[in-house]
């Protein structure tokens, strides 16, 4: 590590990042964006499991930015040990990084932070219970460092091991979750889904314009559905309700959140989408996201629910996996969202094309000042090493002048 960065200030943010999903990858940037403003000076590093794409769509966003995979890689080899074992190597392996001797710089970077904050998003759940690992990771750094340690957004449902969760709620200095139901864990605040930190753009030029015109949006995932034919379903599902509302191809847009997964369902669709426009992640990524009122939208997913719903759009919300799905589009309709729910055994015929729109405009600006009004709490505009040096009385100061002076 190079000697000159060891008294900069070192804020380590931990995400699921760099596998191209729309809403991770938004989230990592507004907190890139959000430190690019309040700690430029800071060395701010991004520990994802796919550092080297995400360094791509993440690109330039900080100018003290770096993408490393050191706490992924921790948590992804305890979760190869038994359990006992895993254990001993989480609680110890900061304080003694030569466990993992190929990683130890990574690790010393881990140390040197003076805060450590897993960004927003459901990846801290029983759908995979390794990442719950990073908990005990960002633990452990603290131990040896000090470091604050925030989660910001979190989804915590379907949950597993309560107790282990409950024990890394009460210690993080804050623990924000996005739903209801995750606020049953003692320590838990609610501020809502990190998105709300700043919603992106209406596009204004590339295919993502033009989608941003189209009176009917879809968003649908072929991942997480349930089962083995739920993608299949999903088709059946949508293609009804197209069909009910009397919906031609051409006033419709499909969105790809993760490209290739959200690309199966529209084209077992494609006979039923003839003059629809697909609009592929790189595009969303590059221009912009495409919602705006008067448009309905049917979304599996949450983020481009929550954005679209944001914009004014109405919509209807379709749950795939059970327990995991539902609790995060119920979550966006307890805060005021008018989407409805469905689910994928729900009959199309029933559900007339939705025109409430989404979020009031006033329950949009609560939402996004909530989050906002977090940050700053977390990240005041002077690093805390920097304020107390700042106290220090006057005749100390010039004291370290003429030593540094006589050197």
Request: with cysteine; proline share 7%.
């Given at each position: ?107 010393e970077l881990l140390a040197r932070a003076s805060s450590i904050h897993l960004l927003g998003g459901g990846y ?25 340690l925030y989660a910001t957004g979190q989804g915590l449902m379907p949950a597993k091991d309560d107790d282990r ?39 204004t030029e590339g295919i993502a314009a033009e989608a941003a015109r189209r009176g009917t949006v879809l968003c ?188």
């Amino acid at each position: 590590m190079p000697k000159s960065d060891m008294g900069q200030d070192v804020i380590y943010l931990i995400a699921p990042s760099g596998h191209p999903n729309y809403g991770d990858e938004l989230i990592a940037a507004q907190w890139l964006r959000y430190l690019a403003r309040r700690r430029p000076r800071s060395l701010v590093v991004l520990d994802c499991h796919t550092p080297g794409q995400a360094s791509i769509l993440l690109h330039g966003l900080h100018p003290n930015a770096m993408f490393v995979d050191t706490a992924w890689r921790l948590a992804t080899e305890a979760s190869k040990r038994e359990p006992a074992q895993a254990e001993d190597f989480l609680a110890h392996v900061i304080a003694e990084p030569g466990r993992a001797c190929l990683i130890v710089d990574g690790i010393e970077l881990l140390a040197r932070a003076s805060s450590i904050h897993l960004l927003g998003g459901g990846y801290l759940n029983s759908m995979w219970p390794h990442h719950y690992n990073l908990l005990d990771i960002a633990k452990s750094a603290q131990q040896r460092s000090g470091a604050r340690l925030y989660a910001t957004g979190q989804g915590l449902m379907p949950a597993k091991d309560d107790d282990r969760i409950a024990a890394a709620t009460r210690h993080f200095d804050v623990f924000d979750v996005r739903d209801q139901p995750s606020t049953r864990f003692d320590g838990t605040i609610l501020t809502g889904d990190d998105a709300w930190l700043d919603l992106p753009a209406v596009p204004t030029e590339g295919i993502a314009a033009e989608a941003a015109r189209r009176g009917t949006v879809l968003c649908l995932q072929s991942d997480l559905t349930g089962s083995d034919d739920g993608a299949a379903r999903l088709a059946t599902l949508v293609r009804g309700l197209l069909d009910h509302w009397g919906t031609p191809g051409s006033d419709i847009a499909v969105i790809e959140a993760i490209p290739g997964t959200d690309r199966v369902v529209f084209d077992q669709l494609a006979d039923r989408l003839d003059g629809a426009l697909f609009v592929p992640f790189t595009e969303l990524w590059r221009h912009g996201f495409p919602a705006s009122p008067g448009q309905a939208w049917i979304s599996t997913r949450f983020h481009p629910h929550l954005i679209a719903a944001a914009a004014g759009a109405a919509g209807i919300a379709i749950s795939g996996q059970r327990g995991y799905y539902d609790t995060k589009h119920q979550s966006l309709m307890d805060l005021g969202s008018r989407w409805t729910l469905l689910h994928l055994d729900d009959d199309p015929r029933a559900v007339p094309r939705p025109v409430s729109g989404g979020f009031a405009a006033d329950d949009t600006r609560i939402l996004a000042r909530a989050k906002n009004d977090l940050a700053e709490a977390l990240y005041p505009p002077v690093p805390l090493r920097d304020r107390a040096r700042a106290l220090a009385p006057p005749m100390v100061k010039r004291g370290a002048r003429r030593i540094v002076g006589r050197g």
